[in-house]
C-alpha cells in the first residue's frame, strides 16, 4: 500500500514537546463566563444539590464567591435570579424590581469589581406562578407579545442596575428587537445584548431548574424553545436574531450541539457562545464521583470540542472552578 510504512504519523507525537508544538491552546479564563444564581436576602450560601460547587448567593455572598475566579481572569458573570414564592405572580412582575437580587447584585458586583463584565440573564420563569418563560393566555399558552413587554422593562432594570451585557432566554418571537429599543429609547446605547439566539427544548436543563427553583408547573418548553430535530429551524433562529439587532449570539446546550454551533459560526459574522448548561456540568460530576472518569480530562477534552466548533466564548459552571480543571 502506497503512503505506508512512510508516512508515520506517530513521528508528531512521538514527545510531549513535540505535541505541543502542534496542540492549539486550550481556551484561556478570559473566554469563560460563569453563571451565577443570587437570591434575596444577606448572608446566603445554599449549596445546590444536583450541580456539587455551585450555590445559591445572597448579593452580599457574591462578591467573595467571584473574588478568586475575578482574580483567575475569567472573562465575566452571568446573573440568574431567584425570588421568593409569594412574590411571584401570573406574569412575573418582580422581574423588573428596582430592588430585586439581580439588580442588587449587579450593583455590588460593579461597585466591588468595575472590570468585570457582568451580563444577566432576562426571563420570567423564574418568577412567574406557572414557571412558564411569559404569563399564559385565556387557553393556557405563553403569550409571546405580553411577555415582550415584561421582558424588555426587566432588561431595562438591569441595564438601570449598571448590567454591561443583558441576555434574553425566554426565547420569544421579537423579544431582541423589543430589549434594543427599549434600551436604546432610555438611553442605554452601550448596554450589549447577548440574545440565546438557539436555544433548544433540551432535557439537560433539570438540574438548573433545580436551582432556580423555575420548572413549569405544567407543561413543558416545546411551544417556545427550539426542537433539536429541525437544523434549518434552528439556524433560522440565530440568524433572525442578527437581524433584530443582536450582539452576541448563542447556541445553547453546547455538547450535543456542536453541528449547529459550527453551521451558525460559518453563516454569521456576530461572536458566538455557546452555553454548556447544567446537565452537561452536573453529569461529568456524576460520573467521576463513580470512578467512571478524570473529571479535570472530561472537562478539558468537552471544553477543546466547544472550542473547536467555533465558540469564541463559553458559558460554563466550570468558569468558577476555572484554576482547579485547568491549571496543572
Ligand atoms: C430559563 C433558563 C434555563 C436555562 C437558562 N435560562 C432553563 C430552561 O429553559 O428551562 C438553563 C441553564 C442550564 O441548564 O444551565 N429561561
Ligand atoms: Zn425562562
Known amino acids: 500500500m ?40 444577606s448572608g446566603k450560601r445554599e ?47 418582580e422581574a423588573c424590581c428596582s430592588t430585586g437580587s439581580v439588580q442588587q447584585a449587579v450593583r455590588v458586583l460593579k461597585k466591588e469589581f468595575p472590570e468585570l463584565t457582568v451580563m444577566t440573564d432576562v426571563c420570567l420563569c423564574a418568577y412567574t406562578s406557572h414557571g412558564h418563560c411569559g404569563p399564559l393566555t385565556g387557553s393556557g399558552d405563553v403569550d409571546n407579545d405580553g411577555a415582550l413587554e415584561q ?24 423579544q431582541v428587537q423589543a430589549i434594543r429599543s427599549a434600551l436604546d429609547g432610555e438611553g442605554f446605547k452601550d448596554t450589549l445584548l ?20 423555575s420548572a413549569p408547573g405544567k407543561g413543558d418548553r416545546q411551544g417556545y424553545q427550539q426542537s433539536y430535530r429541525d437544523k434549518r429551524q434552528a439556524v433560522r433562529e440565530s440568524l433572525l ?25 460559518e453563516r454569521t459574522e456576530l461572536p458566538l457562545a455557546c452555553y454548556n448548561v447544567s446537565g452537561e ?29 467555533g465558540s469564541d466564548i463559553i458559558i460554563s459552571y466550570w468558569a468558577g472552578r476555572y484554576n482547579e480543571i485547568f491549571t496543572d
Open 241 to 265: 436574531d442578527e437581524n433584530e439587532g443582536a450582539d452576541i449570539l448563542m447556541v445553547k446546550p453546547a455538547l450535543m450541539y456542536l453541528d449547529i454551533i459550527k453551521e451558525i459560526r
Open 2 to 41: 502506497k503512503g505506508y510504512p512512510d508516512i508515520r504519523m506517530r513521528r508528531l507525537r512521538q514527545s510531549r514537546s513535540i505535541r505541543r508544538l502542534f496542540d492549539a491552546p486550550l481556551p484561556g479564563p478570559e473566554k469563560f463566563i460563569w453563571p451565577l444564581f443570587v437570591a434575596e436576602g
Open 194 to 213: 447577548m440574545s440565546y439566539s438557539t436555544k433548544f427544548a433540551s432535557s439537560m436543563y433539570g438540574p438548573f431548574r433545580d436551582a432556580e427553583q
Open 151 to 174: 421582558l424588555a422593562r426587566t432588561a431595562l432594570s438591569h441595564a438601570e442596575a449598571g448590567a454591561d451585557c443583558v441576555a434574553p432566554s425566554a426565547m420569544m418571537d421579537g
Open 281 to 309: 456540568y452536573s453529569m461529568m460530576i456524576a460520573s467521576a464521583e463513580r470512578g467512571w472518569g478524570d473529571l479535570k480530562a472530561m472537562v478539558r477534552e468537552s471544553v477543546a470540542a466547544m472550542d473547536r466548533a
Open 47 to 93: 449549596a445546590i444539590d444536583a450541580m456539587p460547587g455551585q450555590y445559591r448567593l445572597s448579593p452580599d455572598t457574591l462578591c467573595r464567591e467571584v473574588e478568586a475566579s475575578v482574580k483567575a481572569g475569567i472573562g465575566g458573570v452571568l446573573l440568574f435570579g431567584l425570588t421568593e414564592e409569594e412574590k411571584k405572580d401570573g406574569s412575573g412582575t
